[in-house]
């Protein structure tokens, strides 16, 4: 017997992140055009790319949903139509949306599905019965909602619900926050966001007679990793699970993805979630780049132990090696190198269904079969096949 | 002043609302703003205390509308719910929501009670502003609108828009909005519903002094100027704009500033600039009311990158082994290499090259005569050829 999972819903910020994200596991994906969305920084779609996206993910039965979650300007609006023409020739699944004008636009022009982004910090029920009204399909909420909450808004709405399980998060309130319009002179709301919610600040407090001094890092906000609230999600009949990080590395795209969809095959084969990989699983999450995680709002409303008050580190446990471009059985792999390795390392490959294995890289070549003493990023290299590693799969490095 | 504008301000107590009462022309048109902590962002009343205020104010002839701007997640939502069914709304002219569940319960359980829209968080555009007009009908008495929008399309607006439009003439700017308490914990206190204020300064920011108040519903920021249009009036009026905000709630600016703003409104004073100026506690900006540029970066984002043309579109060069040969990986869904192509090869300085591949073969050098969708082959070396350079099958052949 198949128990009932939700979506889960993996980000796309460049068309191999796409097919990571695929490869392991994600069910769906969400991924911006070149205009529209709130991720600048990540690589944005071209249409071609999109296209190509779009038929990789449909052809291994993944959803696609393209964001257009900007809060759009009347000029903006006017090349909107267009975009969305090629979306219906795409035959995209769903838009994720945040603005009125553009789901009106949306609806009055094409019967594409509407997803209400969660930058419309959609908190209750009436405000969920207000989209529905407004001709939305599927709901992401605030991150500031709970899953009881939420089951909440499911249950008197029938809509679809999405909600975040992994990944940063705003501190504010989505969508209420333009530190970046007034300091930086960049729309947060259209992918400006300039992180100031990351930076140390020194506050003076307002005493009754007196001011006192601090520092501290008191408005970042630390990740949500909610692979321990899945029974909770599963019990409140969530209908997708979304993993945030467009513009996150391929490692991030490919672990998460993995881990989720192990952790919500196991319950869809064996009906829980007592399995002896919880802590494995909860280890890999560990292995990507993260600022200590908190379950956020998930359970109960966000308190002081999700603020993270310390400099954001990149320091990452593992770095990413490279990529496979090609699993030649029994003589090599060809790797698309994104980081630096030499002969004697001892790398670890990422099958995507199958446990992490690990490989020692006795012979490093050039195409031609030069034995390099060192891999250049950006370039491709030969390194020994192991058994079970496929195309895509991401090979790392503890760092 | 034009006596066709109407202020539109906070009163917190009884002695604000009586020195307003005392001190201002009865020619000038003024909106009473009352809240309570539970309703409204900054308001620390208690329920009794509204009504108290309420009553005065209507006994006074003032017209007052009901603030409830807090984003509330469910459980918050229905414990503010009671409250508003407990509250004399037939005594308020208006509601101000921001939250659309807000909107939504007061359409359906208050329908004969006007609504003062609150969209001053994005809605940068007429098609959404007309929905939202079509959506809530007759009851839809006013749009607050964003103190982004530049004074062209705040002209464009009003007259596109048949409902009036009210914006923010003086006072703090609100930058953020978080429901969560992050002042307290730095100040090492127990976290709790009071009301804290401090300032910040960061050195990664080229800016010092924001405000921050931490209350019962979080935290917010405000900006390190204040948003000044009182000079404005005239511009404004003439666009159409009549409902006119001036926030006093902060820095004692009641006290400071609540006379010369009454003087300005009744005509007594034409340039309150000065004063305002000396005494505020920050200095003063217009905002985006000049110009809003803030979007420039995503202007520029357009055709930022090369677009392939996929009908000839075979792949893209990922290795480059000098005078031996080129690592292709092959994009196009199937390439039928029986007759082997003329390409055209650009780089990614945008240099083109067109040549004739005399060989394709696998990683083990052996020849292919297909290949399909991210195989990666070995092609000719070409001098000048770098990794990322896009291979297109030349359309000439
Ligand atoms: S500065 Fe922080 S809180 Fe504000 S939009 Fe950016 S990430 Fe969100």
């Known amino acids: ?399 | 002043m034009n006596h066709s504008q109407t202020l539109v301000t906070y009163v917190r107590n009884i002695a604000e609302l009586n020195f307003l009462a005392e001190n201002h022309n009865p020619q000038v048109k003024i909106e009473l703003i009352l809240g309570t902590s539970l309703l409204s962002r900054f308001f620390d009343n208690s329920e009794h205390e509204l009504i108290e205020l309420l009553r005065k104010a209507r006994q006074m002839n003032f017209s007052v509308t009901l603030e409830w701007d807090v984003l509330n997640q469910e459980d918050r939502f229905l414990k503010t719910i009671q409250l508003i069914e407990k509250l004399p709304m037939h005594d308020f002219f208006a509601i101000r929501v921001q939250d659309p569940g807000a909107v939504s319960f007061i359409k359906e359980k208050y329908p004969w009670l006007k609504i003062h829209l609150i969209l001053e968080n994005g809605n940068h555009n007429l098609i959404g502003l007309k929905k939202w007009s079509e959506f809530l009908g007759p009851q839809l008495d006013r749009l607050v609108l964003s103190n982004e929008l530049s004074k062209e399309l705040l002209a464009d607006y009003s007259k596109a828009l048949s409902i009036p439009i009210e914006i923010l003439t003086f006072g703090r700017i609100l930058l953020f909005y978080s429901p969560r308490k992050l002042l307290s914990p730095v100040e090492k206190k127990a976290v709790h519903d009071q009301t804290i204020e401090a300032f910040g300064t960061s050195e990664e920011s080229p800016h010092s002094g924001f405000p921050l108040i931490e209350n019962l519903h979080g935290t917010f920021m405000f900006n390190v100027k204040d948003l000044y249009l009182l000079d404005q009036l005239q511009a404004l009026n003439e666009m159409g704009i009549h409902f006119l905000r001036v926030d006093l709630r902060f820095d004692d600016s009641f006290n400071k500033f609540s006379k010369t703003i009454l003087e300005l409104f009744a005509g007594t004073i034409t340039e309150p600039e000065m004063s305002l100026r000396q005494n505020n506690p920050r200095p003063l900006i217009k905002g985006f009311y000049n110009i809003n540029k803030s979007d420039v970066l995503f202007a520029k984002l357009k055709n930022k990158r090369t677009q392939r043309l996929d009908d000839f579109y075979i792949g893209e060069i990922v290795d480059v082994e000098r005078d031996q040969q080129l690592a292709l990986l092959v994009k196009s869904t199937h390439w039928d290499l029986s007759q082997l192509p003329e390409v055209k090869m650009i780089t990614p300085e945008g240099k083109e090259k067109i040549l004739q591949f005399t060989w394709v073969k696998s990683s083990l050098g052996e020849s292919v005569k297909s290949v399909e969708q991210n195989d990666l082959v070995l092609v000719p070396y070409v001098n000048g050829v770098t990794v990322k350079t896009q291979v297109y099958l030349n359309p000439k052949t």
């Open chain 1, 1 to 399: 017997m198949s128990h009932w999972t939700p979506e889960l819903l993996s980000p796309a910020g460049s068309l191999e992140k796409l097919k990571v994200a695929v490869l392991y596991g994600a069910d769906a994906v969400y991924l911006g055009g070149q205009k529209f969305g709130l991720r600048q920084a990540s690589d944005n779609f071209t249409y071609e790319e999109l296209a190509e996206g779009v038929e990789f993910a449909h052809s291994r039965g993944v959803l696609v949903y393209v964001v257009l979650n900007s809060f759009l300007h009347d000029k903006d609006l006017l090349e909107l139509p267009e975009f969305l023409t090629l979306l219906v020739d795409l035959k995209i699944d769903a838009v994720i949306v945040s603005d009125l004008g553009v789901i009106e636009t949306v609806l009055s022009l094409t019967d594409l599905v509407v997803h209400l982004s969660t930058q419309a910090s959609c908190l209750n029920i009436e405000s969920a019965k207000l989209w529905q009204q407004m001709g939305v399909k599927r709901i992401v909420l605030g991150r500031e909602v709970t899953i009881q909450e939420a089951r909440k808004i499911k249950e008197a709405t029938r809509l679809e619900i999405e909600m975040f399980v992994h990944g940063s998060m705003c501190m504010s309130f989505s969508g209420n926050c333009v530190i970046s319009n007034y300091t930086q002179g960049r729309d947060s709301n259209r992918g400006g966001c300039a992180h100031s919610c990351r930076f140390e600040y020194s506050l003076d407090f307002k005493n009754e007679d007196s001011m006192e001094n601090k520092k501290a890092y008191f408005m970042s906000s630390k990740d949500l990793e909610g692979i321990r609230l899945l029974p909770e999600f599963i019990e409140a009949g969530i209908d997708s699970l979304k993993v945030e990080g467009r513009n996150k590395s391929h490692h991030y795209a490919g672990t998460i993805s993995k881990v989720y969809s192990e952790a919500l095959g196991h319950y869809k084969k064996h009906g829980h979630f007592l399995s002896d990989d919880m802590l494995n699983w909860e280890s890999e999450l560990r292995k990507v780049s993260h600022r200590d995680y908190t379950t956020g709002s998930l359970d109960v409303y966000a308190g002081v132990d999700s603020i993270y008050n310390q400099r954001v580190d990149e320091d990452n446990e593992y770095v990413v090696s490279g990529i496979v471009l090609e699993a030649c059985v029994g003589k090599h792999l060809l790797v698309d190198v994104k980081s630096a390795f030499m002969p004697g390392d001892i790398l670890e490959v990422m099958p995507f269904k199958t446990p992490i294995e690990n490989l020692s890289v006795t012979f490093l070549e050039s195409l031609s079969g030069v034995s390099l003493p060192k891999s250049k990023p950006g370039s491709v290299v030969k390194i020994p096949y192991i058994l079970g590693a496929e195309k895509f799969n991401i090979i790392r490095k503890k760092a």
